[in-house]
């Protein structure tokens, strides 16, 4: 107890004695009405009573997001630590962050953001010359809210096309540019969305998109088949050519990327998150057809690189962990494929630079790379400077050097140069960040889920640590789509680290830390292994009193949202705080809205089978909400979140509001001018994360002293 007043006390000494006196009174929620819709499934009927907060363009809903936001800000702003927090955020934001540099023609180009700057601007020099800004983010908009969503250059460099993403939305414009002179060439395409763009020589670029809902909202409206077109430099939009997809060959997910020397157009087309066709075109010889390598969405395939006709493909094609396999572009069949790189007990990924393969494993997930000859001779294990997630070994062919970053949850994320030929890294850039890693630990256990299973989990803390159940404990999880959480550095965790508190992240079942089979035994009717394995970490913490339960809050992203919300309702007595983000929150409706029918291969739908419905219907955060006690809320989204709608949080925190039996608050947060997360200002950012800790803080009776 002693040890925990004591940092609690260093926590809040920088507040303003005036707002000592100020705390957060009883809260009265808006009334918010009970609409009467019900659904039936199989023979269930299904009341949703509030199904109207589905219509984002309705004065109604904006009224209710406009009275829920003030309740929120109104109860935060009581907080007296609340500005306190805000401010050490802010000075341990401001300080020089870059991104790896990258060499396009004869420039190096590399981000960088000062400290404070809402985003980072993209830089470029010369060999030895002094940087100069090439696209400054800042001065599209105001108030930061636009974003420069993604750049791809020309081979040669003379050329670049941008996207820019308005209020964080993931439908996207595109501006060509002539790099020399940054002068803009023709038209900016408009409603691009889940794009690459991948340029032919300096004659035009591919790229994807969705016909823009005409009927309903346009930020929820279905978004259903992609479409794959060619833009040729300096003609209108209404003149490019559909290369694949539409009528024809619908797929709900068309991405293309040329090969290197620009021989060959790859397409890759999916109807889910999960597992994808794959095709060729030689587009060195003109009217050359599209052909097949792949014709279904079984697994999950990729072409790396290419010597001539040869084709390195990444592919998880009767190996869960990935292998790596050559072919003959002429005769490309799985039949036909030769192991080059074989599958391991760890996951592989493999990019390419300077004529050479890197091999990049997840390891327990964290990182351990190898490089190889393109005749498949391992050559050495590149020597990382700890555990972690190492990133960024690409290159062009003709490179002799990249640039890597490194990080971990206690090493600021620091970027390399590595020599291809040597294999020498040296410190190219390391942050200024005020943390000294050396202060810290982070420890990986594994643990039993409730059916056995060993699950990994990374937890984080300061030197010399008391573990006696009262240290304020951040438990972060996702849990899905085959994606890995790999140790990174969080400037906003500094908060809780330096103060004495405890981060932990558990590598749940769903995600892609061991491969398609650890993916696949947490999706569909398998879905409550990943809440299992959530709850068997929070138990874990408390039973080896790094925490207790009324020092514990848990969070999730999107597909973390999810799990969030279903622990949320299905152990309620094991949590003090719960921050469920932009989360998937209504399992029934979720395929009706954006590309939510994608992730079906994840979740299952409520129409494909009464089983299905049931399961569904049973951990559906939305849906399993009853009266009880449930502990402290704060629900976040955004308004123009185009991915998950904010439709899910918004009914998930009526319902929540209406349900709580408790005294604990329930809040949203609704950030605007904001989508799914990608974009977000640095105000933005500094402000939310101000008011999460606060808010956690808050509700585990931490007080001045």
């Known amino acids: 107890m002693k040890t925990t007043y004591l940092w609690a006390a260093a926590l809040f000494c920088y507040g303003s004695s005036n707002a000592q006196s100020m705390k957060p009174t009883s809260i009265s929620y808006p009334q918010t009405k009970k609409g009467t819709v019900?659904?039936?499934?199989?023979?269930?009927?299904?009341?949703?009573?509030?199904?109207?907060?589905?219509?984002?363009?309705a004065d109604d809903t904006k009224?209710?997001?406009?009275?829920?936001?003030?309740?929120?800000?109104?109860?935060?702003?009581?907080?007296?630590?609340?500005?306190?927090?805000?401010?050490?955020?802010?000075?341990?934001?401001?300080?020089?962050?870059?991104?790896?540099?990258?060499?396009?023609g004869e420039y190096?180009?590399?981000?960088?953001?000062?400290?404070?700057?809402?985003?980072?601007?993209?830089?470029?020099?010369?060999?030895?010359?002094?940087?100069?800004?090439?696209?400054?983010?800042?001065?599209?908009?105001?108030?930061?809210t636009t974003s420069l969503s993604g750049i791809s250059f020309t081979k040669d460099g003379s050329h670049a096309a941008y996207q820019l993403s308005e209020g964080g939305s993931d439908w996207t414009k595109v501006v060509i540019m002539r790099t020399a002179d940054k002068s803009i060439i023709g038209d900016t395409l408009k409603d691009v969305k889940f794009s690459g763009l991948a340029w032919k020589g300096t004659e035009g670029f591919y790229y994807s998109s969705y016909d823009k809902p005409k009927a309903g909202s346009q930020l929820s409206g279905l978004t259903q088949y992609h479409k794959l077109y060619y833009h040729k430099t300096g003609t209108p939009q209404t003149q490019d050519w559909l290369i694949?997809?539409?009528?024809?060959?619908?797929?709900?997910?068309?991405?293309?990327?040329?090969?290197?020397?620009?021989?060959?157009?790859?397409?890759?087309?999916?109807?889910?998150t999960t597992g994808n066709e794959l095709y060729l075109q030689d587009i060195s010889r003109p009217g050359s057809a599209i052909e097949t390598i792949v014709n279904n969405f079984d697994n999950e395939h990729q072409v790396v690189d290419n010597e001539g006709s040869?084709?390195?493909?990444?592919?998880?094609?009767?190996?869960?962990?990935?292998?790596?396999?050559?072919?003959?572009?002429?005769?490309?069949?799985?039949?036909?494929?030769?192991?080059?790189?074989?599958?391991?007990?760890?996951?592989?990924?493999?990019?390419?630079?300077?004529?050479?393969?890197?091999?990049?494993?997840?390891?327990?997930?964290?990182?351990?790379?190898?490089?190889?000859?393109?005749?498949?001779?391992?050559?050495?294990?590149?020597?990382?400077?700890?555990?972690?997630?190492?990133?960024?070994?690409?290159a062009r062919r003709q490179d002799q050097e990249l640039y890597y970053t490194f990080t971990s949850y206690i090493y600021p994320t620091t970027i390399f140069k590595y020599d291809i030929t040597s294999g020498q890294s040296s410190l190219y850039k390391k942050p200024a960040v005020v943390f000294n890693p050396a202060d810290y630990e982070s420890k990986q256990v594994f643990y039993p889920s409730k059916d056995g299973t060993k699950i990994p989990m990374i937890i984080t803390y300061k030197r010399g640590t008391i573990l006696n159940g009262h240290n304020p404990t951040l438990l972060y999880g996702y849990g899905g789509f085959s994606i890995s959480l790999t140790p990174a550095f969080s400037t906003s965790n500094i908060i809780l680290?330096?103060?004495?508190?405890?981060?932990?992240v558990p590598n749940l079942r769903g995600g892609g830390e061991y491969g398609e089979k650890w993916h696949r035994a947490g999706i569909k009717l398998k879905k409550q292994n990943v809440f299992d394995d959530f709850i068997a970490a929070a138990e874990y913490l408390i039973?080896?009193?790094?925490?207790?339960?009324?020092?514990?809050?848990?969070?999730?992203?999107?597909?973390?949202?999810?799990?969030?919300?279903?622990v949320l309702t299905q152990r309620p007595d094991l949590f003090k705080?719960?921050?469920?983000?932009?989360?998937?929150?209504?399992?029934?409706?979720?395929?009706?809205?954006?590309?939510?029918?994608?992730?079906?291969?994840?979740?299952?739908?409520?129409q494909e089978s009464a089983d299905m419905f049931n399961e569904l219907y049973r951990y559906s955060p939305y849906h399993a909400l009853k009266p009880q006690t449930y502990p402290a809320t704060l629900v976040t989204t955004a308004d123009h979140d185009d991915r998950v709608v904010p439709a899910h949080s918004f009914k998930f925190a009526a319902r929540l509001q209406e349900m709580q039996q408790g005294t604990a608050p329930v809040l949203i947060r609704i950030e605007t001018k904001a989508g799914h997360g990608a974009g977000k200002s640095t105000q933005q950012v500094i402000n939310e994360q101000a008011d999460k800790w606060a808010f956690m803080f808050y509700q585990m009776g931490l007080e001045w002293k």
């Open 38 to 57: 019900t659904d039936t499934y199989f023979g269930t009927e299904v009341p949703d009573p509030y199904r109207w907060l589905e219509d984002d363009r």
């Open 63 to 104: 009224a209710w997001v406009q009275a829920e936001n003030k309740v929120t800000q109104d109860y935060l702003s009581k907080i007296s630590y609340r500005q306190a927090i805000y401010q050490r955020l802010e000075k341990l934001w401001n300080y020089e962050k870059f991104g790896a540099p990258f060499k396009r």
């Open 108 to 144: 190096l180009y590399f981000y960088k953001n000062n400290g404070l700057q809402n985003q980072a601007v993209l830089y470029r020099q010369k060999e030895n010359g002094q940087p100069e800004v090439f696209l400054d983010p800042n001065k599209f908009s105001a108030d930061g």
């Open 244 to 272: 694949f997809g539409g009528e024809q060959t619908p797929r709900r997910y068309i991405g293309a990327y040329l090969t290197e020397d620009e021989q060959y157009l790859v397409i890759s087309a999916a109807n889910s």
């Open 310 to 394: 040869r084709l390195f493909i990444h592919t998880n094609l009767y190996a869960p962990n990935y292998r790596l396999v050559t072919t003959e572009a002429s005769h490309p069949n799985p039949a036909d494929w030769q192991v080059l790189i074989p599958q391991t007990k760890d996951v592989l990924t493999v990019s390419t630079g300077g004529g050479k393969l890197f091999a990049e494993y997840l390891k327990d997930a964290t990182s351990l790379v190898q490089q190889y000859s393109h005749s498949g001779k391992p050559e050495r294990t590149i020597t990382l400077p700890a555990v972690g997630t190492a990133g960024g070994f690409s």
């Open 497 to 504: 680290l330096e103060h004495g508190g405890i981060y932990a």
């Open 543 to 566: 039973k080896n009193k790094y925490t207790s339960k009324d020092y514990l809050a848990v969070s999730g992203g999107s597909n973390g949202g999810l799990l969030v919300g279903a």
């Open 577 to 606: 705080v719960a921050f469920p983000a932009v989360g998937v929150l209504d399992m029934l409706r979720y395929n009706q809205f954006t590309a939510g029918a994608g992730w079906a291969y994840d979740y299952g739908t409520a």
